[in-house]
């Protein structure tokens, strides 16, 4: 009678410990618990992805150079160069200059938000005209020259410089004046010694 209930309570019993086992090694191996990166230990590889595997809201996977292959990587977008159009030399054109004389140019870039907006000077002359770096032309010789203007891009602007001669100062009515009220200052005293001389010889 009692080996009958101890072989009945064994038959219930058996069951559930193979069960309390079976759970706890799956446990064990494959919590089901994951940590800050969407993944988790399977010690028993028990998914058969290795010892560490991910979920975070899919089925048992591995992240393959670090990419989960079910979610899309953003695309980054980089902005591309913006390149330069045109150039403007802000100055008209055939501009006059006299040997000896300067001028500054300046060039505009457009559009506005081009990326380069480097510019590289030249003169056609260098003996009529020379033009640094920064835009500062000075005349050298009379004759003409062509300035230009370059991008980075190879975009240009061209103006005419024509170089004078150093102009001599003109006359002016009033030293015209001056030089006519000199003569005749001098006019006058040379008359008064004159008839001085004449009068003095009569005596």
């Known amino acids: 009678m009692i080996r009958e209930k101890i ?8 069951p559930i410990v193979i069960i309390l086992l079976l759970f706890s090694s799956n446990t064990f191996a494959h919590s089901g618990r994951t940590d800050s990166n ?11 992805l290795g010892y560490y595997h ?6 048992p996977h591995l992240h393959p150079n670090g990419v989960c292959p079910y979610e899309t990587p953003k695309k980054i977008t980089i902005p591309e160069p913006v390149d330069v159009s045109s150039v403007m030399i802000n100055s008209i054109d055939n501009t006059i200059l006299e040997v000896g004389g300067e001028t500054v ?3 505009t870039i457009y559009p506005s938000d081009a ?4 510019i590289t000077w030249s003169s056609s002359d260098i003996n009529v005209a020379i033009v640094s770096e920064n835009g500062i032309v000075t005349a050298a ?4 020259a062509i300035i230009t203007a370059k991008s980075s891009n190879g975009k ?17 009515v009033s030293d015209q004046n001056e030089s ?7 006019g006058v005293v040379a008359a008064i010694a004159a008839w001085f001389l004449l009068r003095k010889k009569k005596k």
Not at 141 to 144: A, F
Not at 156 to 172: F, G, H, M, Q, R
Request: no cysteine; charged share 20%; hydrophobic share 25%.
């Open 7 to 14: 072989k009945t309570i064994g038959r219930i019993l058996l």
């Open 180 to 186: 006519g009220s000199s003569v005749l200052g001098y």
């Open 105 to 107: 140019l300046s060039a």
């Open 54 to 59: 991910y979920h975070h809201g899919y089925g």
């Open 156 to 172: 240009t602007n061209s103006i005419t410089l024509n170089v004078d001669e150093k102009a001599e100062p003109v006359s002016t």
């Open 115 to 118: 990326e380069n907006k480097s």
């Open 38 to 48: 969407g993944g988790h230990r399977d010690n028993k590889n028990a998914s058969g």
């Open 141 to 144: 010789n009379p004759g003409s």
